[in-house]
């Protein structure tokens, strides 16, 4: 029988990169993995690297769009007035600035954050949310395991207590994991508040405490008007 030809396996080539204005390059990294990385591996996460990148330098980019379209129509001008008079190229260089001004909104503040303050308070909301129906699930298997333990007891089912322990001891670290994840949407929420007074609208109130690893149901009490708030200020930001 004959010996099937071994193929081998495709190398990468040099890792990718991305220039941006400004010299800073953006390189190819991949994962160390028990598999070996394909080319179409190592495109998408530089891909996946570039979108968050390329966020910041498109205003830069609109900007010199609508200085490359003023320049048109400043070079339309002598065509315009004549002899003879021309308006055909300045108004052919008024329709393609007219669109390219209208980006360059989106950076004057007044503009801009309410945009912004909306897309925060719909986050800090699905957010909490997203917590407030977490707890409400353990809330339910606090209860369960309490009820659990206590029939172990009657019982006198040591298995039984030590796996409804082990729960307890689970659900415990659950809600002390979504406590300590709370702290930094402080610092989301601070970012927010400045934006908030600019609008002169006030402030959401701090988040770090709302969750008490100790007490599920106290929390829910807290998050819901939290929510509440964040709801209500939404409604008021002012759109242009």
């Known amino acids: 029988m004959a010996i099937p030809e071994c193929t081998p396996l495709p190398r990468l080539s040099t890792p990718g990169e991305i220039v941006f204005p400004g010299g800073a390059t953006l390189t190819q990294v991949l994962a160390a993995g028990s598999e070996?990385?394909?080319?179409?591996?190592?495109?998408?996460?530089l891909l996946a690297?570039?979108?968050?990148?390329?966020?910041?330098?498109?205003?830069?980019?609109?900007?010199?769009?609508?200085?490359?379209?003023?320049?048109a129509c400043m070079e339309a001008v002598p065509d315009a007035l004549g002899p003879p008079?021309?308006?055909g190229k300045m108004a052919g260089a008024l329709s393609d600035l007219v669109p390219k001004v209208a980006k360059l909104a989106d950076l004057v503040p007044q503009l801009a954050a309410p945009r912004l303050v909306l897309g925060m308070i719909d986050t800090l909301i699905d957010y909490l949310e997203g917590v407030r129906d977490q707890i409400e699930a353990i809330v339910l298997q606090v209860e369960r395991t309490a009820k659990a333990l206590a029939r172990a007891n009657e019982l006198g089912d040591t298995s039984l207590a030590e796996i409804a322990t082990c729960s307890q001891a689970n659900t415990q670290a659950q809600l002390q994991a979504m406590a300590d994840a709370l702290a930094p949407v402080d610092t989301l929420a601070g970012g927010l508040n400045t934006l908030l007074e600019l609008l002169g609208l006030p402030a959401v109130p701090p988040m770090a405490d709302l969750v008490d690893a100790a007490d599920p149901s106290a929390s829910l009490a807290a998050i819901d008007p939290v929510i509440a708030t964040l709801s209500e200020l939404r409604a008021a930001v002012p759109l242009p």
Not at 36 to 45: M, Q, R, W
Not at 55 to 65: E, G, K, R, T, Y
Request: proline share 17%.
């Open 85 to 87: 008079p021309d308006p």
């Open 49 to 71: 690297q570039a979108s968050p990148a390329l966020a910041p330098v498109m205003p830069l980019f609109n900007i010199v769009d609508a200085v490359q379209a003023l320049v």
């Open 36 to 45: 070996i990385p394909s080319s179409l591996d190592a495109a998408t996460n």
